[in-house]
């Protein structure tokens, strides 16, 4: 059995009790029904959704969002390849890396496999970044 510590209240206090007023005070309730009431009826249909025009005329120059959509769908586009290469390239050190094992692989290969691999990570990096503003943009 736990014994919780026992609070004192100054004397006319209660735990827990209600704040509500005198029953004297309060408004009379209504004692009849009310009865159903007409459903409301409109006479035009009520358009307080979002409004959309169908009639406009599309404009002679691309908007900007149009182009900021060609511009993201570009740049996601450009990073996915980026992506891609950058990966083959990573690829490609792991074979050499393999390769080498066994026996010893030219400097010049192992050269260009690193520096693709480095080039096309950094470019993938930014080109993710640049892809990210845009997308934000549009």
């Known amino acids: 059995m736990s014994s919780r510590p026992q609070r004192t209240l100054p004397p ?7 704040a509500r007023r005198p029953p004297e005070t309060l408004p009379p309730r209504p004692t ?3 009865g159903p009431r007409p459903t409301p009826r409109y006479p035009y249909i ?3 959704g979002l409004h959309q ?3 406009s ?5 691309p908007s900007r969002w149009a182009s900021w959509a060609a511009a993201a769908r570009f740049t996601l586009t450009l990073a ?12 490609a050190t792991y074979i050499l890396l393999v390769i080498n094992r066994g026996r010893m692989v030219s400097g010049t290969a192992a050269f ?3 520096f693709a691999a480095f080039v096309l ?4 990096v930014l080109t993710v970044v640049f892809a990210a503003f845009t997308v934000a943009a549009w």
């Not at 006319?12 to 209600?18: A, C, D, Q």
């Not at 005329?57 to 120059?61: K, L």
């Open 80 to 91: 996915a390849a980026l992506l891609t290469l950058a990966a083959a390239a990573e690829i």
């Open 121 to 124: 990570g950094y470019a993938a």
């Open 57 to 61: 005329e599309p404009s002679e120059q």
């Open 12 to 18: 006319g206090y209660r735990m827990g009790w209600l």
């Open 53 to 55: 025009d169908f009639e």
């Open 46 to 48: 009520p358009r307080w």
């Open 112 to 114: 260009i496999v690193e």
């Open 32 to 34: 009849g029904s009310r």
